[in-house]
């Protein structure tokens, strides 16, 4: 948050130290813990902000794994302004669904329901969404081994991964120092993403 701009020390301290003034902690004023960002979706005065102009951050919450579930209905709204016409008009909110929620979450929190719920129904629908998970072979408590399917998160997702003809999503293991490959992974699953696949069939009714 530091490197885009959206953050700064000052702000982060007032935010380790839940100082309620919004004007030193504006993404929770003191409510949220350390580092749980979000972006302002409202003016002052109510109206949308324009969301195309700005970087969105989904705010995080303390709940292990809870980022899941909001992070598959960001991409579901995403995928929703692509397709459905009658969303269309609303240029400040969307660039035409080309939006792509990016998710991270740590390799203990997959343990989690949320996480497999999440995984399952953004296989099913098709959304553009990321998920990013830090493997470092330990968990909360216990190593990964001892609360991960074959010690891997990776492998324990197989199933889920696309083949011809079906759908799912695509996997990508890397080593997490290896900065070139991120960059690299990361731009061939967000250009995946953005691909239209398997249209939902929504109509709005006034």
Same mark, same amino acid.
């Given at each position: 948050m530091?490197?885009?701009?959206?953050?700064n020390p000052?702000?982060?301290?007032?935010?380790l130290y839940a100082d309620p003034d919004p004007q030193r902690e504006p993404f929770s004023h003191g409510r949220q813990m350390n580092c749980h960002y979000t972006s302002r979706n409202?003016?002052? +005065?109510?109206?949308? $902000?324009?969301l195309v102009e700005i970087k969105?951050?989904?705010?995080d919450m303390s709940s292990t794994a809870s980022q899941m579930p909001r992070a598959v209905g960001l991409a579901l709204a995403s995928k929703l302004f692509r397709e459905v016409n009658e969303l269309k008009q609303f240029k400040h909110l969307s660039?035409? #669904?080309?939006?792509?929620?990016?998710?991270? /979450?740590? +390799? $203990? =929190?997959?343990?989690? #329901?949320h996480f497999w719920e999440a995984v399952n129904a953004a296989g099913v629908l098709q959304v553009p969404l990321v998920i990013f998970v830090w493997d470092d072979g330990y968990g909360i408590s216990v190593p990964r081994?001892?609360?991960?399917?074959?010690?891997? /998160? =990776?492998?324990?997702?197989? #199933?889920f991964e696309k083949e011809e003809g079906t759908?799912?999503?695509? /996997?990508?293991?890397?080593?997490?120092? +290896?900065?070139m490959s991120m960059v690299e992974?990361?731009?061939?699953? /967000?250009?995946? $993403?953005r691909k239209p696949i398997h249209p939902l069939s929504f109509t709005l009714k006034s």
């Open positions: 530091f490197a885009i701009g959206e953050s000052l702000q982060y301290f007032a935010q409202t003016l002052p +005065d109510g109206e949308w $902000a324009n969105n951050t989904g705010t660039n035409n #669904g080309n939006e792509v929620c990016f998710c991270t /979450i740590g +390799d $203990a =929190s997959t343990s989690e #329901g081994e001892y609360q991960t399917t074959k010690g891997s /998160i =990776s492998k324990a997702l197989k #199933g759908n799912g999503f695509y /996997i990508a293991a890397l080593k997490g120092w +290896d900065y992974v990361f731009n061939e699953g /967000i250009s995946l $993403a």
